[in-house]
Structures are given as structure tokens and as C-alpha cells.
């Protein structure tokens, strides 16, 4: 059971340049979310989904964008990307309210350069 | 105004003591919660769940809530260096579509 996985770990963009950053998670759960996470601070919600063709913005969604085509995955893009940009981006995953919290991904660092 | 405040810490803490976290929490219907902890680097880690008032014990491990105060602590037993991390307290919200988190307390465990 591999839970939340997202691809990549690591990447370096330019200014103005464009990536997907995958999540995918094989536990069945409808609940999935986008967090990103500045140096020494909270975690920032971008986007969540609560089911396949549902998306929703969190705080910060400017600059980004999402879609959720299954239930496994929830791929999170970014267009014309900028230095404000650079973070430790997290995926979750939950059944939702009642059924526990958030099972989080091991994070991708991004830099923009 | 934030939904769930943590104090920021650094909470220094000696080795083998008590470690006592706190949170508050805004939104009345608030019905469960949990403690993350994330050390530095990596994601956060689910530690302890608690749905209903009073104490829930795992391990070295105890969370407390309080619905009336609007409440939840954390208390680490026998601290340890391994337990230097950030702790991240986090409830559903009363719309029960995602978790709102408070800003984390670092904890510091001095051997």
C-alpha cells in the first residue's frame, strides 16, 4: 500500500516556465489536497477536491491550477512560474470528516530560479 | 483571525521531562482532532487522533480535548531528542471538507 505518492521529489524551473506536480494515491479516498509550505512556516491550503470532477481554491490558489479527472489522482499545475513560488509543495489524501485525518506525500521541492 | 492557534514555541523541553503543547480552536463546530508532527524536511506525520472530550492515551502520548473551552493539548512523557520536531494541531471544520491547522509549536528536546 503505497498511499499518497507524488513525482517529482526535486525540481528547478526558470521564471515563466510551466510544470504538473503528481499526486496520486491508491487508498480510495475522495478527499485530496494541495498544501504548500514556505520555510519555517504553516502549511497553505492551494486547492482540495472532495471528488473526482470537484475542485475547489483554498488561501492561496492564485498561480495555480488543478483537476480531478479520477478518484486516484489530482495533479497540480503551474503556469508562468515565479520566484514567489518557490516551496515544499504537499499533497493529502482523506476519507474525510469521521474517518481520521490527512494522510500526506512525501513533498516536492520546487525552486524557481 | 486564525481558525486554530498554536504558540510557536521554541519549547525547550529537558530530556525526560514533559512536554505540554496547547490549542485553540474558534470554530464551535469542530468535532475531531489531531496532532501531525513534522520534523524538518519532511511531511507531517499523523501522531494522535481525539473525537471526544477528555483523554486519549498512546504510548508516551496523551491529547486532551475540551469542547466547552474550545481546547486541545498534547502531552509528550519522557521527552526525547527524537521528539525535537514541529507539532501541527489541526481540526475538521464544521463544513467537514478539510482540516484547518494551526501554525505548529517547535519542540526542543535539550539531552
Known amino acids: 500500500n503505497a498511499g499518497v505518492t507524488q513525482t517529482p521529489k526535486f525540481r528547478i524551473l526558470k521564471i515563466g516556465q510551466s510544470m504538473t506536480l503528481q499526486c496520486a494515491q491508491d487508498?480510495?479516498?475522495?478527499?485530496m489536497y494541495w498544501y504548500r509550505q514556505d520555510p519555517g512556516m504553516g502549511l497553505k491550503l492551494i486547492y482540495y477536491?472532495?471528488?473526482?470532477?470537484?475542485?475547489d481554491k483554498g488561501e492561496v490558489p492564485n498561480g495555480y491550477n488543478v483537476s480531478r479527472s479520477t478518484t486516484e489522482d489530482f495533479p497540480l499545475r503551474l503556469e508562468l512560474a515565479a520566484p514567489s513560488q518557490t516551496s515544499v509543495y504537499f499533497c493529502?489524501?482523506?476519507?474525510?470528516?469521521?474517518?481520521?485525518?490527512?494522510?500526506f506525500g512525501s513533498g516536492t521541492r520546487l525552486t524557481v530560479v | 483571525q486564525k481558525e486554530v492557534e498554536q504558540n510557536s514555541g521554541p519549547l525547550s523541553v529537558p530530556e525526560g521531562a514533559i512536554a505540554s503543547l496547547n490549542c485553540t480552536y474558534s470554530?464551535?463546530?469542530?468535532?475531531?482532532f489531531f496532532w501531525y508532527r513534522q520534523y524538518s524536511g519532511k511531511s507531517p506525520e499523523l501522531i494522535m487522533s481525539?473525537?471526544?472530550?477528555g483523554d486519549k492515551e498512546d504510548g508516551r502520548f496523551t491529547a486532551q480535548l475540551n469542547k466547552a473551552s474550545q481546547y486541545v493539548s498534547l502531552l509528550i512523557r519522557d521527552s526525547q531528542p527524537s521528539d525535537s520536531a514541529t507539532y501541527l494541531c489541526?481540526?475538521?471544520?464544521?463544513?467537514?471538507?478539510?482540516?484547518?491547522f494551526g501554525g505548529g509549536t517547535r519542540v526542543l528536546v535539550k539531552p
Open positions: 493529502a489524501s482523506s476519507q474525510g470528516q469521521g474517518a481520521g485525518g490527512y494522510t
Open positions: 487508498m480510495n479516498h475522495n478527499y
Open positions: 477536491s472532495v471528488g473526482a470532477g470537484i475542485t
Open positions: 470554530d464551535r463546530g469542530s468535532q475531531s
Open positions: 481525539i473525537y471526544s472530550n
Open positions: 489541526a481540526g475538521w471544520g464544521a463544513a467537514g471538507n478539510k482540516l484547518t
